[in-house]
């Protein structure tokens, strides 16, 4: 795969505030997710890859052009920014068919392109409403489709699910995957880890301005190796599979839940315990119910990488 965005040393400062630090980076095309907690720094970086603010140190580019102010690129990227800022009196379809006139489009291209990018985003029914009128999500697709009417190389998207109910987040991510299938690299950040999941294994972690990790999702969670792994199992005995489990040089601790009908442990090797598992369970005849490593997830790699 081709390089996307390569970043050297790229910082931006608001005044005494730190927005990014010398941060190094390389993406290539396709579908990745930036995450972090709020205040990571991900804002900042998406806004310096859109064009929208210049680094205050570094360089920065994108398929090998510098953002900030430079007309050609702007024509081959789209941004979807996290502000809720719209123009409340035009009509959904009027404000993308605004935007695309800013951009250069004659009035009739811009309208059959707006029209075009609503329906993709599944507000067709809503076109003809004032924008003030719009709901939280519903504002949300209105600016995704100004982002995508005019058919970019490059989407870039700030917090797109923000708002969204769980059958509109469905549709947005069906849409995100359509989008990179037809060749459309994609950029999105999230504070929500799983949805990013779901969409791409590619992720870049940033904590405070600095990047923290980057890679597949596999990789990062390889780094859970480095600490013991928190697994809890519901069984009808078990005070015997905590007595089994005790014998294993891996498993580290055991404990039993208040309820009684299960218990947590922690093990330093969770693939030579999920190989010794059916044994251990068969000879403790404990009637194993539910297995789970419960800091499995993204969210647990994070919590471990800024801790």
Not at 84 to 97: C, N, P, S
Not at 158 to 180: K, Q, Y
Not at 258 to 284: M, N, Y
Request: glycine share 8%.
């Amino acid at each position: 795969m081709s390089v996307l965005i390569e970043a050297r040393d790229l910082a931006r400062y608001y005044g005494q505030v730190v927005g990014l630090n010398d941060l190094s980076i390389t993406i290539e095309n396709g579908v990745t997710g930036l995450l972090g907690p709020n205040g990571a720094g991900k804002s900042t970086f998406l806004k310096l890859v859109a064009g929208e603010i210049r680094p205050s140190r570094g360089g920065l580019r994108v398929f090998g052009q510098v953002p900030f102010a430079n007309r050609d690129y702007f024509r081959e990227v789209g941004f979807a920014p996290q502000q809720d800022a719209l123009y409340g009196d035009m009509t959904g379809h009027e404000f993308v068919t605004f935007l695309l006139r800013l951009g250069g489009y004659t009035h009739a291209d811009a309208r059959t392109l707006a029209t075009r990018a609503i329906e993709r985003v599944g507000l067709a029914d809503a076109a003809s409403r004032r924008t003030a009128g719009y709901s939280k999500g519903m504002r949300q697709r209105i600016r995704l489709a100004q982002a995508i009417a005019h058919s970019p190389r490059f989407l870039i998207v700030d917090e797109p699910m923000t708002g969204l109910d769980p059958l509109a987040r469905r549709d947005m991510s069906e849409l995100f995957a359509t989008l990179a299938r037809e060749g459309m690299s994609i950029l999105l950040s999230s504070h929500i880890l799983h949805e990013v999941e779901h969409l791409t294994p590619n992720v870049v972690l940033l904590h405070r301005g600095r990047l923290l990790a980057q890679g597949p999702v596999r990789e990062i969670r390889k780094l859970l190796l480095r600490q013991p792994r928190k697994v809890e199992a519901v069984c009808r005995e078990p005070r015997r599979l905590a007595s089994a489990l005790l014998e294993r040089p891996e498993v580290t601790s055991v404990r039993l839940a208040p309820d009684g009908r299960g218990l947590a442990f922690e093990t330093s090797d969770l693939e030579a315990l999920w190989t010794a598992l059916p044994g251990v369970a068969a000879r403790a005849r404990a009637g194993i119910q539910s297995f789970e490593s419960t800091d499995a997830s993204l969210e647990a790699v994070f919590d471990y990488l800024v801790t």
